[in-house]
């Protein structure tokens, strides 16, 4: 089915604030027990990618459930739920919140050694990053979105010309991870790879560079 379309708008934040945690904005996430989840076998056989989101908001469980199985830690030393080459862990998760419940709308950097999340600016942008990816409507619609970028300074000093490589194939973990989680948690999902990075990274105020790779929605799809 061809990707609805949004008028293109973008609106880049300021870059005196950008990766700058607003004062009084960390979020302890609810620990995550695991009780609402389906067997695996179950969730990979009704998962599909889901375009249309209805308003209803999600809550703070419900995402912190979706970061943890994406990036959060399962093991000692910081494993995480994700493998990634050397346990070197390139990937840096923000969330753009439109509608979570006591999350007020914004981007969030989100801490997996903590399991919180940081504000780093206040507002809506879904509508323009719905412009950013192409006009499809379903980033406008979704209630939380999961932005993985890539940090490649480590991992290529490591692994030189393969770096770029391995952390992509990291990103697609993380992804299917979130994909599942959010079938377990009876939501549906979907994973964006189609948007124009630098105006991602403009219009967020990621660091330069940071390259964004996957976009990750989460809602309530509507019912037949």
Known sequence: MPAKRTAPTASPVPAARRLRPLEGGRIALPPCDGASSLPLETCLRQRRSTRDFTPQPLTLAQLSQ????????????????????????PLRT???????????????????????????WRGDKRKALAAAALGQECVEQAPLIVVLASDYRRITKELGVRARYVTHLEA???????????????????????????????????????????LLLAGYAPTA
Request: negative net charge.
């Open 66 to 89: 979706l970061l943890w199985a994406a990036q959060g830690v399962s093991g000692l030393g910081g494993l995480r739920t994700c493998p990634s080459a050397g346990a070197i862990y």
């Open 172 to 214: 697609g973990h993380a992804g299917q991870n979130f994909l599942l989680q959010a079938t377990a948690l009876g939501l549906g999902a979907i994973g964006l790879g189609r948007f124009d990075p630098d105006i991602v990274n403009s219009l967020l105020g990621l660091p330069e560079d940071e390259e964004p790779l996957y």
């Open 94 to 120: 923000y969330v753009l919140a439109g509608a979570v419940r006591t999350a007020p709308a914004g981007l969030y950097h989100y801490d997996p050694d903590q399991h919180a999340l940081a504000a780093l």
